[in-house]
């Protein structure tokens, strides 16, 4: 299957600095990118759509100026969480798919481990 | 609006037995399923997807889940349990581009 890289893998960093995850499609054209974030034990809730070239959408009560989405090219996508803080640490997981092919599924990353201290 | 219930957040079963997680939907159109694994601190890993065709749908690692159209339903199962098998399963639809995601099933093996 396709693959999507994310990194890092884990970061950890002090509260009231950014931190940046990407996004990666090593070998096809992802067209639309999602964001989720999983606390432990739950499943996965979507924080926002990115599509190349244009806005993200954001889900309802997601702050569209901590959590920063680029979409620039077909293969990355950035999330970078603005000014962290404690209550962001959180597993953040990306997903993309490329909509020009019908019945595909999302390939995820690996997801990225953020604690704030 | 589409959604997806997972009965049963937890599942126990000795090795050797059959597994089944439970998943059913509700979608206003014909769905795309997926059923997904996570191991910890990883990524979500593709087990099987029904998108059209044979209801009975065959995936990795021996799972296997059919979808009825009647029961609104899309069970995952396997008929013998392997201690590798232990991880967090999420049952998912797609209906245009977004995906909606189950609250998840976490397997247990015991051997």
């Known amino acids: 299957g396709a693959v999507v890289s994310q990194h890092p893998s884990w970061v950890i960093c002090k509260s009231g600095t950014s931190v940046k995850i990407e996004c990666r499609s090593l070998?096809?054209?992802?067209?639309?990118m999602f964001w989720y974030r999983q606390f432990p034990k739950q499943s996965l809730m979507l924080m926002a759509t990115?599509?190349?070239?244009?806005?993200?959408?954001?889900e309802q009560g997601v702050e569209k100026d901590k959590f920063l989405i680029n979409h620039a090219s077909l293969t990355l996508s950035t999330l970078t969480v603005t000014s962290a803080h404690p209550e962001d640490s959180s597993f953040y997981i990306c997903?993309?798919?490329?909509?020009?092919?019908?019945?595909?599924?999302?390939?995820f990353g690996q997801g990225t481990r953020l604690t704030v201290v | 609006a589409q959604s997806v219930t997972q009965l049963g957040s937890h599942v126990s079963v000795s090795e050797g037995a059959l597994v089944l997680l439970r998943c059913n939907y509700s979608?206003?159109?014909?769905?795309?399923l997926f059923w997904y694994v996570q191991y910890p601190n990883q990524g979500l890993q593709l087990l099987l997807k029904?998108?059209?065709?044979?209801?009975l749908v065959k995936g990795i690692n021996g799972f296997e889940a059919e979808f009825k159209k009647s029961e609104t339903s899309f069970h995952l199962t396997k008929p013998s349990a392997h201690m590798s098998d232990a991880a967090e399963y999420f049952c998912a639809v797609r209906t245009g581009n977004q995906f909606y995601f189950g609250t998840g099933t976490s397997l247990t093996v015991i051997p």
């Open positions: 990115s599509n190349e070239g244009s806005k993200a959408t954001y």
């Open positions: 979608s206003s159109v014909p769905p795309y």
């Open positions: 070998d096809f054209q992802a067209t639309t």
């Open positions: 029904y998108t059209t065709g044979a209801t």
């Open positions: 997903s993309a798919r490329d909509i020009q092919v019908e019945n595909t599924e999302a390939f």
